[in-house]
């Protein structure tokens, strides 16, 4: 059983920092994409930050220049460390994973349990 845990989320003021934290467990094979999603109050779930096949990188428009998405293969971790943190960004943080359990299966995609990061005015 794959599981995704976060960490690191909490209150922050407006022009701070946060680092989050992704791990990943259980039954994993390979990782073919790995990475953060957000959903504000009201809003859509919408792609922050992944890491695809390992190196190639995507952020959202919005986050580019203050987010940095990286991370530790050895322990199948995900990290996101955000910088200049703006009040619409308050929103639940959900670690993302399309991963394969072993060699014979196919790729799935998996969701942590989220995380809230509160920045406030």
């Known amino acids: 059983q794959v599981q995704l845990v976060e960490s690191g989320g909490g209150l922050v003021q407006a022009g701070g920092s946060l680092r989050l934290s992704c791990a990943a467990s259980g039954s994993i094979f390979s990782i073919n994409t790995i990475g953060w999603y957000r959903q504000a109050p009201g809003k859509q779930r919408e792609l922050v930050a992944v890491?695809?096949?390992?190196?190639?990188?995507n952020y959202a428009n919005s986050v580019k220049g203050r987010f940095t998405i990286t991370r530790d293969n050895a322990k199948n971790t995900v990290y996101l460390q955000m910088n200049s943190l703006k009040p619409e960004e308050t929103a639940v943080y959900y670690c993302?994973?399309?991963?394969?359990?072993?060699?014979?299966?196919?790729?799935?995609?998996?969701w942590g349990q989220g995380t809230q990061v509160t920045v406030s005015s």
């Open positions: 993302y994973g399309r991963l394969r359990p072993d060699s014979g299966s196919n790729y799935y995609t998996y």
């Open positions: 890491i695809i096949s390992g190196d190639s990188t």
